[in-house]
């Protein structure tokens, strides 16, 4: 498949998913908005579903870029970096939701029948966080330890900011200003020394 011609479909099955939901679309339309035949289309992609998936792919990447441009303006403190780091998948979870709606139904679905795709999306935010924690502990900011389980505790913590559902629905109100106050408490607890069992 030609460059080109999947990035075709992809924005037509996109702009579709966008105005009239992932439900209601077909691979018959999505072909004609492309100028091929549904039979055309299949050659490409198994399914709707595969379609889907690559869409919402590429909307995910928008939320990895966010995050690597709110740590490279965060500066080099790791508190600032994580709270920037949250904000910047709050504020891009909520710009794709105002701009596209009906994109949340796409996430639902694609994810609940095919659940690597979240499990990939939380490995990749966390493998940030590891990275972060990593060189906090090169800074003493935070105790020794394996950064990857405490990039665990932090995600753990701070699900309500990464998953889309929780912030649009936003149950305990506005997400952004817990940022602070969580990753506070976080970086306290990770500075302390355990105590012995």
């Not at 780091?85 to 609940?112: G, M």
């Not at 990857?148 to 506005?174: K, M, N, S, Y």
């Amino acid at each position: 498949m030609t460059p080109d011609c999947q990035s075709q479909i992809l924005s037509a099955a996109r702009k579709r998913f966008q105005q009239f939901g992932y439900g209601k679309t077909s691979m018959q339309e999505i072909a004609a908005d492309c100028g091929m035949s549904a039979a055309n289309l299949y050659r490409y992609y198994e399914g709707k579903l595969n379609i889907g998936e690559a869409v919402l792919r590429r909307e995910l990447a928008k939320v990895h870029a966010a995050c690597d441009t709110a740590l490279s303006d965060a500066g080099p403190e790791f508190a600032p970096q994580l709270v920037a780091f949250f904000h910047a998948i709050i504020d891009t979870a909520r710009k794709q939701q105002r701009q596209s709606p009906l994109l949340s139904e796409l996430f639902i679905t694609v994810v609940r029948i095919q659940p690597r795709v979240r499990i990939e999306f939380v490995a990749a935010l966390k493998q940030k966080i590891t990275a972060l924690a990593a060189t906090a502990q090169e800074s003493g900011l935070i105790r020794s330890g394996d950064p990857a389980e405490q990039a665990d505790l932090i995600l753990v913590a701070c699900l309500t900011f990464v998953l889309p559902r929780l912030i649009i629905v936003e149950p305990l109100g506005d997400p952004r200003p817990h940022v602070v106050t969580v990753i506070d408490c976080l970086i306290a607890g990770l500075a302390m020394e355990k105590q012995p069992a």
